[in-house]
């Protein structure tokens, strides 16, 4: 016997450059935002939900996705309140092409940027880059020692930690003079 709500399957996006079929069912994240057309400039809210690198976009939480955002084509993801000109409002870019988007609140936008970061960040060659060279790191060398590590030491990259520091007396850090 079957508990709780019967789980319906969300039908799939078909890119319809390349009809490619995408499969939408358990997305890592969900939710409504608003998000500004690309041709008309109005705003429309549309159900999101983020599955790997791909950010999909539908009219209902239960229909077929009718666009999608490649993450892993985007560069950036950042507030941009003032750009838009709304409240809990970020930006998401590509080389070609800048979506403005907006939460109903701003810890939901707060997640949507780190959800969306974390995508972008994961599909990146560099990300790529050091995930094989922490692997490489990790198998022991012809004597013994780690690869990298040189004589009793390791590299240390911790002169870095400072460029992250963000400031817990600036009361918006999202405005930044």
Request: hydrophobic content about 25%.
């Amino acid at each position: 016997m079957m508990q709780g709500r019967p789980h319906l399957a969300r039908p799939p996006y078909v890119d319809p450059n390349t009809n490619i079929i995408y499969d939408t069912d358990s997305p890592e994240y969900q939710g409504w935002l608003t998000k500004q057309s690309m041709w008309l400039k109005d705003w429309r809210r549309r159900y999101v939900m983020l599955k790997g690198s791909k950010l999909f976009f539908c009219k209902n939480e239960y229909g077929a996705p009718h666009g999608m955002i490649d993450l892993a084509s985007c560069t950036t993801v950042k507030s941009a309140d003032l750009k838009s000109k709304k409240r809990h409002s970020f930006e998401i870019s590509t080389p070609e092409t800048t979506f403005l988007l907006y939460a109903d609140t701003e810890q939901e936008k707060d997640d949507w940027i780190g959800r969306v970061g974390k995508a972008i960040v994961r599909c990146s060659s560099t990300y790529h880059g050091q995930q094989q060279q922490q692997q490489r790191q990790q198998q022991p060398g012809p004597y013994g020692q780690m690869q990298g590590q040189q004589f009793g030491h390791m590299d240390d990259d911790s002169d870095d930690d400072d460029i992250y520091y963000e400031d817990p007396n600036n009361p918006n850090p999202y405005f930044n003079d």
